[in-house]
């Protein structure tokens, strides 16, 4: 899949020039051919969505078969919410809203009771989070729901210290969840502090797509927890 992604570019780059390199790269059409110094920035982006890529795609073969079903539907949730960075926001807007909202909210919902220890104080800002969704979804992010406007941030945060506490994700998959966590954050909030041309807005705000990486990784390397050592009394021979 990667190996088709960079060939696409290449050629794509080799007979279109940049309007056709953005296209490959990016999956739309530009609004309007970018200017010629924008092929560093479409470089970069290009690797970036390469590695997101190789990330995405080289984590199925760590699937395990899962018996709890809030680990099942977490997992399919993850594999959705990669989907939605990678692809799915191509669908049109109405769709695209409702879908990318529902995902998030069960998303949210799911990693605060599947990663152990951590229900008890996630609980509160998963409900913050799908009140702010809800509310962006819908139109209405103003008054008193700007209040929950930090919840999904705060989820994201405990999601990857939790999932440094339960033990079932690797320490490469919780790294790359802080790494993509800041790029995500940090680069689309450029353009909005940044007086910025579209082309270079674009792409950085398409940087978000690195969280790819990790929700599929995270997917991937979800297990059922193995309760034998935690939940099983210690027998004592008492002479």
């Given at each position: 899949m990667v190996g088709l992604f960079l060939l696409s570019?290449?050629?794509?780059?080799?007979?279109?020039?940049?309007?056709?390199?953005?296209?490959?790269?990016?999956?739309?059409?530009p609004e309007e051919?970018?200017?010629?110094?924008?092929?560093?920035g479409l470089v970069?982006?290009?690797?970036?969505?390469?590695?997101?890529?190789?990330?995405v795609f080289s984590a199925f073969p760590a699937v395990r078969r899962l018996a709890d079903r809030q680990a099942v539907w977490l997992r399919r949730v993850l594999y959705l919410a990669a989907a939605d960075?990678?692809?799915?926001?191509?669908?049109?807007?109405?769709?695209?809203?409702?879908?990318?909202t529902l995902v998030w909210v069960s998303l949210f919902l799911l990693f605060a009771r599947v990663p152990v220890g951590i229900s008890s104080y996630g609980l509160p800002f998963a409900y913050g989070a799908v009140v702010a969704l809800a509310a962006e979804s819908a139109g209405q992010f103003e008054g008193f729901v700007l209040i929950f406007a930090v919840c999904p941030l705060i989820c994201q945060i405990l999601i990857l210290l939790g999932q440094?506490?339960?033990?079932?994700?690797?320490?490469?998959?919780?790294?790359?969840?802080?790494?993509?966590?800041?790029?995500?954050?940090?680069l689309p909030l450029m353009p909005v502090v940044l007086d910025m041309d579209w082309?270079?807005?674009?792409?950085?705000?398409?940087?978000?797509?690195v969280q790819a990486a990790w929700l599929a990784r995270s997917a991937a390397e979800l297990t059922d927890v193995d309760r034998a050592d935690t939940d099983t009394p210690t027998l004592v021979k008492v002479d």
């Open positions: 570019a290449l050629v794509a780059a080799a007979t279109g020039g940049i309007g056709a390199a953005w296209t490959a790269v990016l999956w739309w059409p051919a970018p200017a010629a110094r924008m092929w560093v970069v982006f290009t690797w970036i969505k390469a590695w997101t890529l190789w990330q960075l990678l692809v799915l926001w191509l669908l049109p807007d109405i769709p695209h809203t409702v879908l990318s440094k506490r339960d033990g079932r994700w690797s320490a490469e998959t919780v790294s790359i969840g802080w790494k993509t966590f800041w790029v995500s954050l940090a082309p270079l807005a674009t792409l950085l705000t398409q940087c978000a797509v």
